[in-house]
T-cell receptor, first 112, second 113 residues
Framework: EDKVVQSPLSLVVHEGDTVTLNCSYE??????LLWYKQEKKAPTFLFML????IEKKSGRLSSILDKKELFSILNITATQTGDSAIYLC????????????FGKGTKLTVNP | NAGVTQTPKFQVLKTGQSMTLQCAQD?????MSWYRQDPGMGLRLIHY???????DQGEVPNGYNVSRSTTEDFPLRLLSAAPSQTSVYFC????????????FGDGTRLSIL
């Protein structure tokens, strides 16, 4: 059975800290891994990763994929209170099934 | 450009009632899907569609029905609402797998009494 596991499930930090969120997966016919940020409403897209070892970066956020060890990390440096959200990891499978398998998410709280 | 629009935003139903959650996208996306999000469970796929006239079941399809008569619309029907269907429902769309990430609507918060 396909599985996506995120850790930790929740995390509380102070502004300015650096955090690392983890996502491991066991999925048949892996195609890509996606990270989303969810505040109060819809998940919003952060990164799509398809190749091992290539870091994707957007401002203070970065992410990398290890297809050999089947995991990805999402790093946030110099955290701000606006980074408080649930971060979702999802894996897309090949084969035309068009399905995303989501992890349970990591709830990040950044205190001032 | 409205993106993915879901209506209603909130709904309260009694057990046994039926209703339809609406989802529309104006981006000409072929792929659309419905998820439910429950506390501690992440998002789980209910049904999805790879194009007009084509639908398929996801992980948790029981109690729900979908149709895709047009590219733009993908309604989700609750046939006979049960308290276990209390959840937040998200609709998403994309051009297709591996091409572009899915874009989500703002969700419908549904309570079944």
């Amino acid at each position: 059975e396909d599985k996506v596991v995120q850790s930790p499930l929740s995390l509380v930090v102070h502004e300015g800290d650096t955090v690392t969120l983890n996502c491991s997966y066991e999925v048949t016919n892996f195609r890509s891994l996606l990270w989303y940020k969810q505040e109060k409403k819809a998940p919003t897209f952060l990164f799509m990763l398809t190749s091992s070892g290539i870091e994707k970066k957007s401002g203070r956020l970065s992410s990398i994929l290890d297809k050999k060890e089947l995991f990805s990390i999402l790093n946030i440096t110099a955290t701000q209170t606006g980074d408080s959200a649930i971060y979702l990891c999802a894996v897309e499978r090949q084969g035309g099934s068009e399905k995303l398998v989501f992890g349970k998410g990591t709830k990040l709280t950044v205190n001032p | 450009n409205a993106g993915v629009t879901q209506t209603p935003k909130f709904q309260v139903l009694k057990t046994g009632q039926s209703m339809t959650l609406q989802c529309a996208q104006d981006m000409n996306h072929e792929y659309m899907s419905w998820y439910r999000q429950d506390p501690g469970m992440g998002l789980r796929l209910i049904h999805y569609s790879v194009g007009a006239g084509i639908t398929d079941q996801g992980e948790v399809p029981n109690g729900y029905n979908v149709s895709r008569s047009t590219t733009e619309d993908f309604p989700l029907r609750l046939l006979s609402a049960a308290p276990s269907q209390t959840s937040v429902y998200f609709c998403a769309s994309s051009y297709g797998q591996g091409i572009q990430p899915q874009h989500f609507g703002d969700g419908t918060r549904l309570s079944i009494l």
